[in-house]
């Protein structure tokens, strides 16, 4: 669907992207991630083709975007939605001529039977039928970004493009969001990216996910198997820190993944082993639907080989945490 190899883009001598290859699947909801100026939302940007690239290749659905004419261009970000994070509605139409605004640049009477009932569909499938006459200024900010979300599906294009679509939400909105763009995904059989910031984003409904940083991709893979076991790059990113760990004893990580998903072992190997231990940190996060994540232990030194030992033997990932004393 969407195939990116050696992209480079500079804005004057500033590399914003530096050989940057990916690969997204037809179908998928695809995370990008990484901190402010990492070059998320220009990489986007190069994928609809509103920024051009010094080198490397872009190819969506085959077609080399640096290569089409400005024609073939327009026919192809046709096939591509955009949504923003901060809406870009017009304060002076109501839900539904917002919503109508690319069928009027792409030459389509918004009034025409059938493409009014494509527009009062959508409004219907955002949840704002009782909306329809209102304009933004009465819209609460989850309901601006449903209103902008069906803005970009009504010339029914093959990609979402979703550029921090939901870091002007609180957390409860956002759910809401997220559970809408995964049903379009499902029932309009289309192709979602999502860039983001927010980690609650990519865990809950990405398949998989990109990591950048200072430009270039450091990381891809499945959510689960960047931010259960993180590496450096992406604790820090995280904002995980292990100052805070006790100083005694050993600190034993345990990570659960689709192996060991079973919290209850560790009171099953206390009641075994008949160990005193503290439970210093617990990260637990659903994954599209599977609870994974980690739980920071802290025993006796005396203990912890045979702690080390049953955890093993019970098919869990387990690091020790050594700290600075």
Do not use: W
């Not at 190899?5 to 909801?29: A, P």
């Not at 109508?100 to 569909?121: Q, S, Y």
């Not at 990405?206 to 891809?220: A, G, I, P, W, Y």
Request: charged share 25%; hydrophobic share 40%.
């Amino acid at each position: 669907m969407i195939e990116i190899k050696n992209l480079t883009k500079r804005f004057g001598d500033l590399v914003v992207l530096d050989d940057v290859s990916l690969k997204i699947n037809e179908g998928e909801i695809y995370g990008i991630i990484g901190q402010s100026g990492a070059g998320k939302s220009t990489l986007l940007r190069c994928i609809n083709g509103l920024e051009p690239y010094q080198s490397g290749s872009i190819r969506v659905d085959g077609q080399e975007v640096s290569a089409l004419s400005k024609a073939r261009l327009h026919d192809l970000q046709k096939q591509m939605g955009m949504i923003f994070q901060n809406f870009n509605l017009l304060s002076r139409l109501n839900v539904f001529d917002n919503v109508a605004l690319p069928m009027r640049f792409a030459g389509l009477n918004p009034r025409k039977p059938e493409n009014k009932r494509r527009i009062l569909d959508l409004i219907e499938m955002v949840g704002l039928s009782d909306k329809i006459r209102v304009r933004p200024r009465e819209l609460s900010g989850g309901q601006k970004q449903r209103v902008a979300i069906a803005r970009a599906l009504v010339l029914n294009p093959r990609i979402l493009l979703c550029d921090e679509a939901t870091s002007a939400l609180d957390p409860r909105t956002t759910q809401g969001i997220l559970s809408l763009l995964t049903r379009i995904r499902d029932e309009m059989k289309i192709t979602v990216v999502i860039v983001t910031h927010q980690m609650e984003v990519v865990k809950q409904i990405c398949e998989r996910v990109s990591f950048l940083k200072d430009s270039r991709l450091l990381l891809e893979g499945k959510p689960e198997e960047l931010f259960v076991i993180p590496n450096a790059d992406i604790s820090t990113f995280l904002g995980k820190s292990d100052e805070d760990l006790p100083r005694t004893g050993k600190n034993i990580c345990i990570y659960f993944t689709d192996n060991a998903q079973d919290v209850s072992l560790i009171s099953a190997m206390a009641r075994t082993l008949n160990v005193d231990f503290s439970i210093c940190r617990a990260d637990m996060t659903n994954f599209r639907g599977r609870t994974m994540g980690s739980l920071m232990l802290n025993v006796k030194e005396k203990d912890a080989s045979q702690v080390m030992d049953y955890l093993a033997k019970a098919d869990c990932i387990v690091k020790e945490v050594k700290t600075d004393v």
